[in-house]
């Protein structure tokens, strides 16, 4: 029987979406859907989960099929899996339900180290390493029964080392291979650190999908009264490894952009990288300005705050820090004091990773919440559907801008 696609009605956020009908009037997905929070990634994915029920839920309410693909629509998609440690430390995964004929979507946080297991009588955190080793075993212990499994990764694990400038490992590279060999079809994250990781793996399904979108509409419900004219607002990438990200988001904006490069001292190694000896400044005057700077992760934070110092100095207005990812490894402490001192107003993330009580509660700190959007990509995906309206953001973000342009702020 042939396959047709079928534009699905206006979604709440006037954005269309197309979807594969199947036959007269039935609607066809690859397999029954199934989530797979690992550890982590379970209170996420328990919020994916409700939205991607209601978000089923609006097919029956807008169009009546003749007929749904078994598992089309159920009150709960998630599928339990236990990671269990033995008090050495080794593990085995355990699928506590059937993923015969699934279309299984496995969702982990490589970067939630709030998880602790036993070892040898020691409470230990859950490293990258070990949650890449979850995904493994949870891989394996699904044992080829799913009709397709797809990875989401939102944090891309070693997305750091993804390019060889010495005689080191390929870490983020050899990971993707290795996924794809044990079957993983598409994978998917979000705001990759550098892209051409992928290269790794041509022939596979690999996604790199922005956040600018879902963290704009944060910063414009957060910061009702910021002018996004260009002579009041600038963009500025911390370094020239973002600079293509603040390209974009300056390009979609209309603002002018500048630019930092790190001075670093080569002779000396620290931490494992070059200690940055100074941040110059390219651009323009920053003066009176409302500067977002943009990047795809904080994991200290001490250059984003460095750079706040620096523009500060120069006469910026109010500094935001824009960061898909918000890791904050040494704590809040230094934003907390940069925030009293008039340094930053705020910092924006989203919550596709693990953030402390202590992060959630400042008053600095918002969140831009991606789970509709996951369910939405995770609905898509599972009708083998068009990804195009979701990964290009454009015309959502210009509507965002006019509506906050038409509606003075309060």
């Known amino acids: 029987m042939k396959f047709r696609h079928f534009k699905f009605g206006e979604s709440k956020d006037n954005q269309y979406y197309t979807y594969d009908q199947y036959g007269d009037n039935s609607m066809f997905a690859i397999g029954p859907a199934g989530l797979i929070g690992l550890p982590g990634a379970e209170t996420f994915t328990s919020q994916v989960n409700d939205k991607l029920i209601i978000r089923r839920q609006e097919y029956l309410n807008n169009w009546e099929p003749d007929e749904l693909t078994p598992g089309f629509l159920r009150d709960d998609y998630r599928i339990p899996v236990d990671l269990v440690r033995f008090s050495s430390g080794e593990g085995k995964a355990v699928i506590n339900s059937t993923v015969r ?33 979850n995904l493994v075993r949870t891989i394996l212990a699904i044992s080829g029964k799913a009709q397709r499994i797809n990875v989401i990764m939102p944090f891309l694990y070693e997305g750091r080392q993804h390019r060889r400038s010495a005689r080191e490992s390929l870490d983020c590279a050899y990971m993707l291979e290795e996924l794809i060999s044990l079957g993983v079809i598409n994978f998917i994250t979000f705001d990759a650190h550098d892209e051409r990781v992928s290269n790794s793996v041509p022939l596979s399904g690999f996604e790199s999908i922005p956040t600018a979108y879902q963290i704009l509409k944060a910063i414009v419900r957060t ?92 006469g910026a207005r109010r500094i935001f820090c824009v960061a898909s990812f918000g890791l904050f490894t040494d704590g809040p402490e230094r934003f907390n004091k940069a925030y009293e001192d008039g340094l930053i107003s705020h910092v924006f993330c989203t919550n596709l990773t693990y953030h402390s009580p202590e992060v959630l509660n400042v008053p600095w700190f918002a969140e831009a919440d991606m789970t509709k959007f996951v369910a939405l990509l995770i609905d898509s995906l ?8 979701l990964l290009d953001p454009s015309q959502k973000i210009q509507k965002l801008l006019d509506k906050h342009k038409s509606e003075p702020a309060e």
């Open 223 to 314: 910061v009702p009264d910021l002018d996004f004219s260009p002579d009041k607002l600038m963009v500025v990438s911390p370094d020239e490894g973002a600079i293509n990200r603040a390209v974009y988001y300056a390009s979609m904006l209309g603002l002018k952009l500048g630019t930092f490069y790190k001075r670093r001292d080569y002779s000396v190694i620290e931490g494992g990288r070059n200690p940055i000896v100074a941040h110059e400044f390219l651009g323009t005057s920053v003066e009176g300005y409302d500067i977002l700077i943009v990047d795809d992760m904080i994991a200290s934070g001490d250059s984003m705050l460095d750079l706040a110092i620096n523009l500060k100095a120069r």
């Open 382 to 389: 599972n009708h083998n559907a068009s990804l195009t309206s």
């Open 101 to 133: 004929g699934h279309d299984l979507y496995l969702i982990v946080d490589p970067m939630n180290y709030n998880v602790t297991y036993k070892m040898f009588g020691f409470d230990n955190h859950t490293s990258p390493d070990d949650h890449y080793q």
